[in-house]
């Protein structure tokens, strides 16, 4: 190649091009990504390069090691390593060997904490590491692409707190020597000392007696006598709390330290103990290292008054951490007010649209009555009743995603549901899609709602078919799975028995971030026009509603793929009720008594006017109250009529009061939104049903018809 250098092979037998590096170089020569290497590496070096805080790369088996700027400046102690030598344990900043190895692996890791390799004497420092595979085409990993982030302060601040704490706990049962011996590890490291001790002044008032003291390293004991001037003239009188700070001794004696930090514990007059910590090197000492050796000998000085300062420090960390959860709810709270914002913002952009389409046949209507001309009257009539079933399939779509939607739950086969939808798909999709089913033998039933799961197959095929402009291959597969629990994307599925429904297109796929707010109401990649946003978030809460859920794995240019988990149902599915029972012109009535109980006027004169003029004897009742008057004066009630919402009883109470005195007696509940309707199960006894607002008047007169003639 013209030049010299260090050729490293290909690693793992999965990329044939070698690293080089030459003689000459340096890490600044390297920060680039170079031609001949693989396409994996090469992505994982930029990767790291456009990493604006310290990252790197360990690549092959050999685990060579490349990195950038930021994460050479990470190095204090020892020598920066060669471009290319192979990673150092312990000496560079970054994993583990176990953890290296999970993520070879396959794993994602995260190290919330690494210690770096500090001088003598010299403050820790702390990185928190993430670590990612690189894999190749065919799974097996190349390398880890990794990064840093420090976090010294954090990890320092806890370490300190947790010392005290537990030298607080200590001092509850064990004397102050003991407690100081048993944290002192800790201590020494947290502020870089290799001697730590206790000296109590002796009655001549010039010597400190030292049971014990931890030392590390080449530092001697200094257990015994000593002179208390050895620790420092001051100390003799020096108030309580006193601190004595030595940056640099200047001695250069074998066995003498390099810089002394000294707490003075007792009165002026009655110096009782000092608290004296060494470093083997001169080193600087922070307000932070003589704030912590200052409330360390507080607690050691006497542990009953350490009592009372740890009662008080919980009372300030209480108070700190409501602070931070009353900032955290507030944040919430400003999050939910957001969604809030943009959910009500996209029902009233929608809703004004259809509201204007309906009040605007209206006035046309109006108009050209008074102008006599009727026969001009009706294509206004259509237009207004379209506006109304598109607010009502908007509101049914603002429901499933609240999981508030009723539902009508029964035993479902799937593959028998798909393959009676397969025509009706085709013509959905067009012919530039083909449409494969993978159905698996001997699926498993599931319980939910056949419609809103027939809406939800037709909505994603819809979606598909849009994600792929120029054709491509629309499979449905289904299978019978068990959730073991601990996948991170099905967090929210508890474990059991699911029937899986995955819903795949060839098409462009979708980027992490679209996937990530895919579920949100009005959230749309579509053009103006050509989607409301609400088919996905639909399908989200039909599924949840249904105790299941869905998760979609998509990336760009690979397609994208929508799993359904439905839970497992042992019984066998139900024949609807033929469709002729519920249609067909509206029937008469012999008479009967209805009872209508509804609170909204408008709703009441409504149903009240379209069966009197039926036939049937109409009483109405305004709320609970008066609903409940008429059923304990009333000896004959044939059919109920109620909202399930009412002021007093609700409409289940009033059901309940009426089949105490007449047990066969039917009902039919109106709903536009309730708890007890939407969980579906065990709302509706025998002889009840249910119509959802809004509702055709026709569509009333023949359920209520068909309650009446079905005994």
Not at 60 to 66: A, Q, V, Y
Not at 254 to 262: D, H, K, R, S, V
């Amino acid at each position: 190649m013209g030049q010299s250098g260090l050729i490293l092979p290909a690693v793992s037998g999965h990329a044939s091009d070698p690293l080089f590096f030459g003689s000459g170089q340096d890490w600044r020569d390297l920060l680039k990504v170079t031609p001949q290497w693989s396409i994996p590496l090469q992505n994982a070096v930029r990767a790291m390069l456009a990493t604006p805080g310290p990252g790197f790369v360990i690549w092959g088996d050999e685990h060579r090691l490349l990195c950038n700027e930021a994460y050479l400046a990470l190095f204090d102690s020892g020598t920066v390593p060669l471009p290319g030598a192979s990673f150092r344990f312990g000496q560079d900043p970054g994993p583990d060997a176990a953890a290296l190895a999970r993520a070879y692996g396959g794993q994602t890791v995260l190290l919330p904490e690494v210690a770096l390799a500090t001088l003598p004497g010299a403050a820790p420092r702390y990185v928190m590491v993430a670590l990612a595979p690189i894999m190749a085409a065919d799974g097996a990993v190349l390398g880890v692409l990794g990064s840093c982030l420090e976090c010294t302060a954090r990890s320092l601040r806890e370490q300190r707190m947790a010392l005290l704490l537990d030298l607080a706990q200590l001092l509850t049962f064990d004397p102050p020597d003991m407690a100081l011996q048993a944290v002192a590890p800790r201590l020494g490291t947290l502020l870089g000392a290799g001697r730590i001790g206790l000296g109590r002044m002796l009655e001549d008032g010039r010597q400190v007696e030292i049971t014990q003291d931890w030392t590390l390293g080449s530092m001697p004991s200094l257990a015994g006598r000593q002179d208390l001037a050895s620790f420092g003239d001051h100390l003799r009188t020096a108030p309580d709390g006193f601190v004595l700070a030595v940056h640099d001794t200047g001695s250069d004696t074998p066995g003498m330290p390099g810089a002394t930090l000294t707490v003075a514990l007792g009165s002026t007059e009655d110096l009782r103990t000092i608290l004296f910590l060494h470093s083997e090197a001169p080193r600087s000492w922070s307000g932070g290292d003589i704030a912590l050796a200052q409330d360390v000998g507080r607690q050691l000085r006497n542990a009953e008054e350490r009592q009372a300062e740890e009662a008080a420090l919980r009372t300030r960390m209480a108070h700190r951490t409501a602070e931070l959860e009353r900032a955290e709810d507030a944040l919430r709270q400003a999050q939910k007010m957001e969604a809030i914002g943009q959910l009500t913002g996209g029902i009233a952009h929608d809703f004004n649209n259809l509201l204007q389409g309906i009040s605007g046949s209206l006035d046309l209507i109006q108009t050209r009555i008074a102008q006599g001309r009727l026969a001009a009257v009706g294509p206004f009539l259509k237009s207004a009743s379209a506006s109304a079933s598109r607010a009502t399939a908007l509101t049914h779509r603002l429901l499933a995603f609240a999981r508030r939607q009723p539902i009508d739950p029964r035993p479902v086969q799937p593959n028998e549901l798909i393959a009676s939808l397969r025509s009706l798909l085709r013509r959905s999709c067009g012919e530039a899609i083909r449409l494969e089913l993978a159905l698996e033998d001997g699926l498993w039933n599931t319980l939910c709602d056949s419609n809103q799961l027939e809406n939800a197959l037709l909505n994603l095929a819809i979606n598909a078919r849009d994600a792929m402009p120029d054709g491509g291959t629309l499979t449905i597969a289904t299978s019978s799975t068990r959730h073991e629990g601990g996948i991170p994307s099905l967090r929210d599925l508890e474990p059991g028995d699911y029937v899986c429904i995955r819903v795949i297109d060839s098409g462009c796929g979708m980027p992490p971030e679209v996937v990530e707010r895919a579920f949100e109401p009005f959230f749309t990649t579509k053009p103006l026009g050509q989607g409301t946003g609400l088919g996905l978030s639909m399908i989200y809460g039909f599924t949840r509603q249904s105790k299941g859920t869905v998760r979609i794995l998509s990336r760009p240019g690979e397609g994208t793929m929508v799993e359904l988990y439905l839970p497992r149902h042992d019984r066998m599915p139900v024949e609807p009720p033929a469709a002729s029972s519920l249609s067909g012109p509206p029937p008469t009535s012999g008479g009967e008594v209805v009872l209508v109980v509804e609170d909204d006027p408008v709703v009441r004169q409504l149903v009240v006017e379209v069966l009197s003029e039926h036939g049937y004897a109409v009483l109405q009742a305004e709320d609970g109250h008066s609903g409940q008057r008429l059923i304990e004066k009333l000896s004959r009630i044939d059919l109920l009529v109620t909202d399930i919402g009412l002021p007093g009883p609700d409409g289940r109470q009033l059901a309940e009061m009426l089949r105490q005195r007449q047990p066969d007696v039917r009902v039919l509940f109106m709903t536009g939104y309730a708890e007890a309707a939407a969980r579906g199960e065990g709302f509706l006894a025998p002889g009840m049903e249910m119509v959802v607002k809004p509702f055709a008047m026709d569509d009333l007169t023949i359920r209520v018809h068909a309650l009446l003639e079905n005994p």
